[in-house]
């Protein structure tokens, strides 16, 4: 029995493609202008919360910074990059504060509590527990006339005109431009402590950053028969088998007081042995080069390689405050030292 032919079915439409990298930087653009507005809002409560955290500081106080939701997670940046920073912060989550944590909160430490809407239970119901610490309070809040702006000493608005979520519900500008205002202070605090490279260094010693900020060049030197010296008059050939004993790509040329007068290099030896005749007789200083690129052995290793990038050499040598030869660098070295 044949089948009866049947109706063709109707194609089911599909979605519209999207352009995906289109709707992103949308995104990210309505984040832009979230900061740009929060930016220009920044005005007089900022200052006065720099002057109270230096002043909280100046006695041994600390931040506490304290949020929930998204704003726990952003407020646990916040307080590593002021600690990383030298400002003293510790993080304090509201349901723990409930169980004991309020243990953290010493007399004069300031705490900075995040909340856009500014009415978040959790924390409503803890600042006026905090308050009995005496300590003072700043709000990083959307809107300065809500319950926590009410409780605080110091607001900062954070306030944003849209979420970059299209149901405009998901903490998204808003988490940003908090994140962000808590960058600000603490790189104003920063700026305003004086706080210098060494102490950042003193802060980051694991890692690259930790060695390439706290390494001196009297660290990572090569020093002795590991340095290829040889005194003013002596030839090429010598000056070659100096470089082959010490096992580098260059010789220091000195005068008799050990103070530097030039460099010969590997490199210069290829350049002009094809047009010098007899090079490897001739005086080594006929070819080298004077008053070479130098650090000195107090400078930090980080000084090392933006010479290296800057003047794209390989070696570098060493001198003290009279210009006298101590040692050398090399860059074969840096991958060893975990430094490039």
């Known amino acids: 029995m044949s089948k009866r032919p049947t109706r063709s079915r109707a194609r ?5 493609p999207v352009d995906y990298a289109r709707r992103a930087r949308e995104i990210v653009e309505l984040e832009i202008a979230g900061l ?3 930016a220009k809002g920044l005005g007089d409560s900022f200052g006065a919360a720099i002057e109270l955290i230096l002043r909280a500081s100046a006695t041994g106080g600390k931040v506490v910074v304290t949020g929930i939701g998204k704003n726990l997670h952003i407020g646990e940046k916040i307080s590593a990059t002021l600690a990383s920073t030298g400002t003293t912060s510790v993080m304090l989550n509201p349901a723990q504060g409930m169980h004991g944590d309020l243990g953290i909160l010493r007399a004069g430490d300031v705490v900075l509590a995040l909340s856009y809407s500014g009415e978040s239970e959790e924390l409503i119901d803890l600042i006026p527990l905090i308050r009995r610490f005496d300590v003072s309070v700043i709000a990083l809040t959307g809107k300065p006339a809500s319950s926590l702006g009410r409780l605080s000493d110091i607001v900062v608005s954070v306030a ?10 998901a903490p998204t500008t808003s988490t940003t431009a908090t994140l962000a205002v808590g960058d600000a202070l603490a790189m104003v605090l920063l700026e305003a402590r004086g706080f210098k490279i060494e ?9 690259a950053i930790g060695r390439t900020l706290l390494l001196r060049v009297s660290d990572i030197m090569r020093k002795a028969d590991r340095v290829a010296a040889v005194p003013v008059g002596t030839k090429v050939r010598d000056a070659m088998l100096a470089m082959t004993k010490a096992r580098t790509g260059s010789a220091a040329i000195v005068d008799r ?15 002009h042995l094809p047009t010098i005749p007899n090079l490897i007789d001739l005086p080594v200083e006929r070819i080298m080069t004077p008053s070479p690129i130098v650090v000195t052995q107090s400078q930090l290793a980080v000084d090392v390689l933006r010479t290296f990038e800057k003047h794209a050499i390989d070696d570098l040598l060493v001198v003290d405050e009279r210009g006298r030869l101590v040692g050398t660098v090399d ?10």
């Open 257 to 271: 007081h050990n103070r530097l007068l030039g460099i010969f290099t590997d490199g210069d030896l290829r350049r």
């Open 12 to 16: 089911r439409r599909l979605p519209a």
């Open 36 to 38: 740009q507005k929060v």
């Open 199 to 207: 102490d950042y260094a003193k802060l980051h010693p694991g890692g």
């Open 160 to 169: 944003v005109d849209r979420e970059a979520c299209p149901f405009n519900m």
């Open 331 to 340: 860059s074969q070295d840096l991958p060893k030292l975990k430094l490039m």
